[in-house]
Nanobody, 125 residues
Framework: QLQLVESGGGLVQPGGSLRLSCVAS????????IGWFRQAPGKEREGVSC????????VYADSVKGRFTVSRDNAKYTVYLQMNSLKPEDTGVYYC??????????????????WGQGTQVTVSS
């Protein structure tokens, strides 16, 4: 089935930027909505953003609005998460996941079928 691989994480100072990538491989019949989630130690998994199958609609958590931008290039089977003005509270493991449907209905984990292994983002001075 579908495999998702995240990359682009690392250590960055507060106020800095990172761009995460999520590349899909394996068999898939069509493009579906892709979500980004993150999880910090001792905390619940948190929905960050979602982008619809064609990229025309996006959803952001209130905590990242104005700082993060999600985009996709379907020809490259890749979804991006540009993260600017990073804060220490943005630290966590970031996961991408494919939705069951073509649009972003929300940012709850149960709406997504396939998950990557995650990439660590650490924001610290």
């Amino acid at each position: 089935q579908l495999q998702l691989v995240e990359s682009g994480g690392g250590l960055v100072q507060p106020g800095g930027s990172l761009r995460l990538s999520c590349v899909a491989s394996g068999f898939t019949k069509d493009y579906r909505a892709i979500g980004w989630f993150r999880q910090a130690p001792g905390k619940e998994r948190e929905g960050v953003s979602c982008i619809s199958s064609g990229g025309g609609s996006t959803v952001y958590a209130d905590s990242v609005k104005g700082r993060f931008t999600v985009s996709r290039d379907n020809a490259k089977y890749t979804v991006y998460l540009q993260m600017n003005s990073l804060k220490p509270e943005d630290t966590g493991v970031y996961y991408c996941a494919e939705s069951r449907i073509y649009y972003c209905s929300g940012l709850t984990s149960r709406e997504y079928n396939y998950w990557g292994q995650g990439t660590q983002v650490t924001v610290s001075s």
